[in-house]
């Protein structure tokens, strides 16, 4: 019951299809690793989270116009071995007069505990007026 991003876009996906693919049981950080030693099943898998990455990418500057996409999770360590390549296919896709950044988060994993954290407060305080005693 996952997203089509967590089972191609994550190190719990690229474990699953490396080993559906191959009959390897490795962790997500051995098959980034394996794509950097030249293995072919995890460089085609790191191609393909490269791939749909940018799709959602795309997808994305469609419906929001977003000025920066920032990527986070595990995968954020091995970004020297797909950030370009999305890099690459966001920028040949897009319309002409699009144009978005695409970082990797600077902090991490706990990007999506702020965001919940983030997430928890606007549901409790909707709106800047409910929040009286704040200077901002």
Known sequence: SNGALENYCSFSGLVNRYELLTGQKISGTEVFECCAAGDFTAKSLIDELSDYI???????????????VII???????????LERTKNIVNRQALSVTKVDIEISKIGNQSSLIGAAILGFLLKYPKIEFLPHSKI
């Open 72 to 82: 986070y999770g595990e995968i954020c360590e091995f970004s020297h071995l797909f």
């Open 54 to 68: 940018a799709m959602s990418i795309l997808n994305a500057m469609m419906i929001t116009n977003p000025e920066r």
